[in-house]
């Protein structure tokens, strides 16, 4: 297939440049409207019983909980919410919402006034709650905070009460809004700072352009795809920020591996079509391979039934696909028509050469003199960093994921502070079937469950339920604790507890149930295109293990930094005391993916190495010098591009943009620079072990670095052209 893609590119270089053009700023043009056609939702499990709940509580009982909660303070800061003028306002704006169409359910402390948990305990603060009749809870925030936030004024024009909105419309409606910002301000951040690194890694404009041009073109692509999916499922607006950071980062990734593949062939043969098909053949089986690799990773969030999640495996899929496509068919076609012109607008003085003999060589020599002593160091340091993960705690994104300057979040704040119970982590459990006048005792029973402040019960043509105001937050072990006693509790009858804690059990509960399986997926899929690749059975094992180390002490970090808090107003955000379940997996499973990312680059030298000669050490040592700096180079630009994104507003998006960041600089420093030789020197031969079966099924179906297509050298030829560097007829040394 490479073979054929490289003689298209050959042959018909304008013509892919062209119809790829069109296909990118086509992909773009409708790309351009994927943010109004994402969701803010999805963290709920669709199958749970909080879901179900919800359902019969909007269509049976014609009730659901509040998604709007109005805090209501008067101007005057010696006022109460009590005061007849304020009290004339509140009622007023209690009637402007009850007449708004697109509301209903509208209750407040001046109509409601012996419902608890409507007037903060010192009377200076009073909710007004209701329910939007949007599809999307983020529609309805975007209409209050438009038309009911601020003030409001009395019959002379003086503002009497201030308005803030809150609640999960409020919450989503800014959190899109956070995030369209924050991904302008993280590409006017990557974007510059990757121009000035690519062309002090390259040396050259055009060589230095390519990576960022192919980056652009995934992330155009990828936003195409984006909108195309949108027309058959469900998409998380979260998904935008992944697809512009992984878009950039691996198409950068890809074409810098390309390019510098094709230059270190420029310098062996000034045949610019041979020098092609070589980096294809080579480069593009390892991009591709490489590919597969972080797909498979991406794929595994789909066995989580939240939406939010699968929404990464679309827009991550389509963003690697885009990019492997790009890498091998689009770029050696601009390679092609470019040609030895790939070093013009050259700005440094001499363009680095290849060579099989460097600094990083001598890094891997060194390890490998000293194999123990630096594989124990390196491991008890990720262990030492990894082990605040063994504190972890999960929950829920709420209000404090935005920024203090957030009126969701200013309204959160206040609930938290001032009132007896949180109205916004109401519960209700929804009784189908069951009529109200036969409650009496189990409204008495779930009145004495601990932290429940009052319990309303409600009927309804088609059974009632039950309103609980608790007083501990959602997504807390408090919180979870009060479900599972609400639903412990013996029913008359039918019975679902629903609302912000509920759901956010429920959905830890669905994580954890299919994570085993998820996890159990990577390790096979990997650990088999890994086999394939290598023709061993203890190199999988290897990255399988190395990589569960490495993450682990990344996870520990932002147990450290997110969860307890450490640096909170350096990087300005609210420690919560948990992290974001649905954010962690998705940190592991982007994490693990180019981790192995790295691995398949260092891999498939040290395997070119080892066939040409069969000197383990050597391979090693010259496959590291080969890929060290194109690895950190690389490592560098997609930390950089996450990084980025430890800016956002968000703090759920700082976290996953940090995280990454962490995982690829710690993977491409400590793991492949000094763990990978350290244990490939202690393993000796049996890096490149298999049994009999399984070697005979590699000779068959492996996929190996160089063919015989175009007369390139074959497997274990021993020959200049199949390790680029090597000096005729030199023996190869091992260290001792």
Known sequence: ?????????????????????????????????????????????????????????????????????????????AATVDDPAVAAAGLELTARLAADAELTDVASYWVASDAPGLRSEDGRHALVVARGTAAEVVDTGEHVLAEHAGQVTDAAGTPVLDVLVGGPAGTFAELQTQ????????????????????????????????????????????????????????????SLNLTIALGLGLGIDYALFMVSRYREELERTPDVVAAVARTVRTAGRTVVFSGLTVAVAL?????????????????????VVLSVLGAVVVLPAVLVKL???????????????????????????????????????????????????????????????????????????LMREE??????????????????????AYVAEIGRVANVVAVTPMAADAGSYLVVLPSVSPYTAEGDTLVQELRDVPAPGERYVVGAAAGGLDAKLAIGERLPWAIGFIALTTGLLLFLFTGSVVLPVKALVLNLLSLSATFGAMVWI???GRFADVLDFTPTGHLELGVAILMFCVAFGLSMDYEVFLLSRIKEEHDA????????ARGLQRTGSIISAAAGLLAIVFVA?????????????????????????????????????????????????????????????????DGAPGVGAATDATVPGTEPGRTPVTVQ
């Open 339 to 413: 040609g030895h012109r790939v070093n013009a607008g050259r700005l440094l003085r001499r363009a680095p050469r290849p060579s099989a003999e460097g600094a990083w060589s001598r890094v891997a020599s060194g390890v490998m003199r000293r194999p123990w002593p630096v594989a124990i160091a390196v491991t008890t340091l990720l262990l030492v960093l990894g082990a605040p993960f063994l504190g972890a705690e999960w929950g829920q994104p709420d209000d404090r994921s935005l920024p203090t300057s957030a009126q969701s979040r200013q309204a959160g704040d």
């Open 613 to 620: 000669h069969g000197d383990n050490t050597l391979a090693v």
């Open 179 to 238: 995030i369209e910002q924050d991904l302008a301000r993280a590409e006017s951040i990557a974007i510059p700072v990757t121009i000035a690194l690519l062309v002090l890694v390259f040396g050259s404009l055009v060589a230095a352009g390519l990576p960022l041009l192919l980056g652009i073109m995934s992330i155009l692509g990828a936003l195409g795809a984006l909108f195309a999916i949108t027309a058959v499922t469900d998409v998380s607006v979260f």
């Open 1 to 77: 297939m490479l073979a054929a893609t490289s003689r298209l590119s050959a042959r018909r270089p304008w013509w892919v440049i062209l119809v790829a053009a069109v296909l990118v700023l086509g992909a773009g043009a409708v790309g351009g409207a994927v943010p109004d056609r994402l969701g803010t939702g999805g963290f709920d499990d669709p199958a749970s019983e909080s879901a179900r709940g919800e359902e019969i509580l909007a269509t049976q009982l014609g009730a659901g909980s509040p998604d709007v909660v109005l805090v209501v303070t008067p101007v005057d800061p």
């Open 299 to 319: 794929c595994a969030l789909l066995f989580f039934p939240l939406y939010f999640l699968r929404s990464f495996a679309y827009a991550g899929v389509a963003v």
């Open 562 to 564: 997110f969860q307890d």
């Open 419 to 440: 009132f007896a119970g949180d109205e916004a982590a109401t519960l209700t459990i929804a009784l189908p079937g069951t009529a109200a006048d036969a409650l009496g």
């Open 645 to 709: 994104f430890a800016f956002s507003g968000v703090a759920t998006v700082k976290l996953l943009g940090l995280g990454i960041a962490l995982a690829v600089v710690m993977d491409a420093t400590l793991v492949r620079g000094l763990l990978v030789p350290a244990v490939m020197r202690l393993a000796g031969d049996w890096n490149w072990w298999a049994p009999a079966p399984l070697r005979r099924a590699y000779e068959r179906f492996g996929l190996r670095e160089t063919s015989a297509d």
